[in-house]
């Protein structure tokens, strides 16, 4: 995950190359191979470059091709045979790079940089449409004097901008933007409503600082005449139906696409996979290993947390049988002894507030990587993508869809041998409810201003009344992939947050698979993921391949909560800016605390409290903490 920054003086004042340069240089964390800049006039550029595929071997940034439109780019362009065909059509010439900057020499294939910039040659601003991929770029048109950035259709890669009177900042690290002399440490106070209330932002607009936005996932944003437009450009298909004739032909395209899918994200000579014992990451650990067998020399490697003392885990168990029928090494990351808010400066050294008492042991497993690859594989996203809606017969009754119905109950009882589980009993049960009244209380220690000054209340009852759409195929997967969760969880393990220059590639967050998987008939496929379990027949043990989904086999918050060890936090020493947001004397004991959900409520404020800690509002100190931060 390149780090890029660009600066645009909007009254065609000159960049200062010297600031330009410093703030390239904080990103070396993430980009340590190589870090340039490049300006004309009002306009700069900067990179830090972290190669991770083979075609980066030649990527030189900031790029271009004409000496007219230049990029800097955040990218991995998936189905780039496809793109490449598609732009010889649209350019009707072979689409090939000179092998020297002369233009001489044997000819390559364009790498991911630069196919963004022939696209871009190709269809201007629509060049979007024919991306896909995880990305964020900007690309300043001199011929127009106009710029032009773009994020991902998921928002796996960050993108932050300031505008500021005259002067536009912007960079996929949050903290490369804040160490612009324009920018102040203000904080947004939208944010941390949000944080404390929902621990995270509900809105992808913004960030924890008031001076500083992000570009939402699927967002373009565009720059000319000091005017600065934002326009989505893609969303979640919410109605895909996709029928074949042969049940085969289901799971034959799901090993397509899923193929594809991982052999996109891969493109390197190793790679690790954050692997657990269900059938998620194993999946994805089958597919690589598949395709790894085939390159050749490939290093793919596990990575699994386990606990073997504080309660009875079988995560060891199951991934070392994965492992093995793999035959891939295993690294396990024991994590019995770890306690609640280990390591401060894993929090401290965020560029926002994070709320995980046990966020060590993800930074531990991304250190422990780091020894072994630049790339990791995760199981993210499967169990949003094939999950069956809960009212899913009454759904089919509302579409006047009798047919589908009848197969879905005979599937049921002619395979399963039992009654349909449809959704009929819980639709009944709530029948006449807006919702279920199943959401946590509201925190009652909120600072009574701030809550009053935010109507913070209001939007509380405002979020957790929110309804899920029931005119659309499979509501309950898309309301989870369309929501803030995943963009956050995304950038939780970017290395602007980690500060270890590793990438994090998810396969199910593939368009073309999440669109695919969206759109299969909910009976039987994503019944106890009935797709998944036949596509990998033969290829797992059966042991995992058959084992039903588990939650975690205890809590380890909970567990770990009552330790006489942990009494501090109940007397941790408040940030100066804390008593703003929270009123201590109305927060309870958090060690005392019986009700885990309570628990996790409460300590919201230690964690929002610990983050505050690590700020500085003097200039100096808060880049030398930026540059350094949890690293040190």
């Not at 899923?258 to 999946?283: K, Q, V």
């Not at 390159?295 to 990575?303: R, T």
């Not at 504080?310 to 090494?329: G, H, M, Q, T, W």
């Not at 995992?544 to 109940?570: N, Q």
Request: aromatic share 10%.
């Amino acid at each position: 995950m390149s780090g890029f920054v660009g600066i645009l003086n909007l009254d065609g004042a000159p960049v200062d190359s010297y600031l330009l340069q410093r703030r390239t240089n904080s990103m070396t964390f993430r980009g340590p191979d190589a870090q340039e800049i490049w300006t004309d006039r009002n306009v700069g550029f900067g990179h830090a470059m972290l190669r991770t595929t083979w075609e980066a071997e030649t990527e030189k940034q900031p790029l271009t091709l004409d000496r007219k439109v230049w990029l800097t780019a955040d990218a991995r362009i998936d189905g780039r045979a496809e793109l490449i065909d598609e732009l010889e059509a649209k350019l009707r010439r072979r689409v090939r790079i000179g092998g020297s900057e002369n233009g001489s020499g044997p000819e390559r294939l364009p790498n991911d940089a630069e196919l963004i910039l022939l696209a871009y040659e190709a269809w201007g601003d629509d060049c979007i449409q024919h991306l896909i991929g995880d990305f964020a770029f900007a690309i300043w048109d001199s011929r127009e004097h106009r710029l032009f950035c773009a994020r991902d259709h998921f928002g796996v890669k960050p993108f932050f901008y300031a505008q500021l009177g005259n002067v536009l900042i912007f960079s996929n690290t949050l903290n490369c933007v804040r160490l612009h002399p324009a920018v102040s440490d203000r904080l947004n106070e939208r944010f941390i409503g949000d944080f404390l209330m929902f621990d995270m932002s509900r809105d992808l607009a913004i960030s924890v600082f008031a001076d500083i936005n992000r570009l939402q996932p699927a967002h373009s944003l565009t720059v000319s005449d000091r005017r600065l437009d934002l326009k989505r450009y893609w969303t979640l298909p919410a109605n895909g139906q996709v029928r074949f004739r042969r049940q085969a032909d289901y799971v034959e395209r799901f090993n397509e696409l899923m193929a594809e899918a991982t052999r996109d994200r891969l493109r390197t000579n190793t790679a690790g996979i954050f692997m657990s014992g269900g059938i998620d990451s194993p999946t994805v650990a089958a597919f690589a290993s598949e395709l790894s067998a085939r390159q050749g020399s490939f290093d793919l490697q596990a990575h699994t947390v386990v606990y073997d003392r504080l309660f009875k885990d079988e995560e060891r168990y199951y991934s070392k049988l994965v492992a093995d029928r793999l035959k891939i090494p295993i690294h396990y990351l024991g994590v019995d002894d770890y306690d609640l808010y280990d390591r401060a400066d894993v929090y401290a050294g965020r560029p926002e507030p994070l709320h995980d008492p046990l966020a060590r042991i993800s930074f531990d497993q991304m250190k422990q990587l780091e020894k072994y690859s630049r790339v990791v594989l995760t199981g993210f996203g499967l169990d949003p993508a094939i999950v069956q809606s809960h009212t899913y017969g009454p759904d089919l009754i509302r579409r006047l869809r009798f047919g589908e119905l009848a197969k879905s109950a005979a599937w049921f009882l002619f395979v399963r041998h039992q009654l349909p589980t449809l959704g009929f009993r819980g639709w009944l049960k709530n029948l006449g409810r807006p919702r279920p009244l199943d959401y946590p209380t509201y925190p009652g220690w909120l600072n009574p201003s701030f809550a009053s000054r935010l109507n913070l209340r209001e939007r509380w009852q405002e979020i957790n009344a929110e309804t899920i759409r029931t005119d659309i195929e499979r509501p309950q997967g898309y309301s989870s992939l369309t929501s803030p969760h995943w963009p956050t969880r995304f950038e939780d393990f970017d290395p602007a947050s980690t500060h270890v220059p590793c990438e994090n590639r998810h396969p199910y967050f593939d368009v073309r698979l999440m669109t695919y998987l969206l759109a299969v008939p909910a009976v039987p496929w994503c019944i106890s993921k009935e797709l998944i379990r036949r596509a990998m027949r033969g290829r797992l043990p059966e042991q995992v391949r058959t084992r039903p989904k588990a939650p975690l086999a205890g809590d380890p918050i909970a567990l770990r909560l009552h330790s006489p060890r942990l009494r501090w936090i109940d007397d941790f020493v408040d940030a100066p800016q804390l008593g703003e947001y929270v009123d201590r004397s109305l927060l309870p004991s958090i060690t005392e605390e019986k009700d885990s959900n309570e628990v996790w409520v409460n300590m919201r404020p230690f964690s929002l409290n610990l983050w505050l800690q690590g700020l500085t509002s003097n200039t100096t100190n808060k880049e030398e903490e930026i540059c350094y931060g949890i690293s040190r």
